[in-house]
Structure formats: structure tokens, C-alpha cells
């Protein structure tokens, strides 16, 4: 699976942005989403989680109640609604693919390891 992500760029705290992640090279939705963030000099950390369905998201605490992830099958593209943006929002976002199946009372979802592709990321920088 080849995964593009797209649509960052620099706004002010409060606004709002969306990020698109196109798949192409196998079944899209044979794979669970996520998209990870990673600001500089920090490691890699989960943003949000979507199954291959759509039916189930998971979300950090850290964007609760302000992003959204949802995805489209028959676009093959993940995409990732960002309101009220913070400064501390501001890093490199990487959509993954996973072939790992259902959420449940796990938190495999997480981990950066458990992903079998990702994309390049996409800069987003929010200035206060």
C-alpha cells in the first residue's frame, strides 16, 4: 500500500484544518488507519484510529472532542478533521496502515509497531 498524505499548512491556534491520506496498491479497506504526529526532537505519538469499516475511531486524549478521523472505501482515502488547533498540535502528521482488525479492549492501535505502511507526513504548524 502506497499512502500520500496531504492538506497541511501553517494556520493560527483556534482554526481549523483537514488532512487527506490517499491509498493506492492494495485493498484500502482491508486495513485499519490511523494517523500518528511527531513535533521536533519528540517520538511518534497515536493521534487517531479508524477501522476498516469506518464503524469504529479511537482517539488520544490530547485531541478528543477536537478531531475527527474518518474515512471513505471507495476513495481509498483516510482523512483527519482538525479543530481548535492548538500550538502544541504543531508537527509532522503520518497516516499508517495496519493490517491488524478490531479495537476492542485493545491498544494495539497505538503503537507505531503495529503498522505495516506509512506515508510521508505532512507538516502542520500552528502559530499563537
Known amino acids: 500500500v502506497q499512502l500520500q498524505a496531504s492538506g497541511g499548512g501553517l494556520v493560527q491556534a483556534g482554526d481549523s484544518l483537514r488532512l487527506s491520506c490517499a491509498a493506492s496498491g492494495h485493498t484500502f479497506s482491508a486495513y485499519a488507519m490511523s494517523w500518528f504526529r511527531q513535533a521536533p526532537g519528540k517520538e511518534r505519538e497515536f493521534v487517531a484510529a479508524?477501522?476498516?469499516?469506518?464503524?469504529?475511531?479511537r482517539y488520544a486524549d490530547s485531541v478528543k472532542g477536537r478531531f475527527t478521523i474518518s474515512r471513505d472505501n471507495a476513495k481509498d482515502t483516510v482523512y483527519l478533521q482538525m479543530n481548535s488547533l492548538k500550538p502544541e498540535d504543531t508537527a509532522v502528521y503520518y497516516c499508517?496502515?495496519?493490517?491488524?482488525?478490531?479495537?476492542?479492549?485493545?491498544?494495539?492501535?497505538?503503537?507505531?509497531?503495529?503498522?505495516?505502511?506509512w506515508g510521508r507526513g505532512t507538516l502542520v504548524t500552528v502559530s499563537s
Open positions: 479508524v477501522s476498516w469499516s469506518g464503524g469504529s475511531t
Open positions: 499508517a496502515a495496519s493490517r491488524r482488525s478490531g479495537f476492542g479492549n485493545s491498544v494495539w492501535y497505538s503503537s507505531p509497531y503495529q503498522y505495516d505502511y
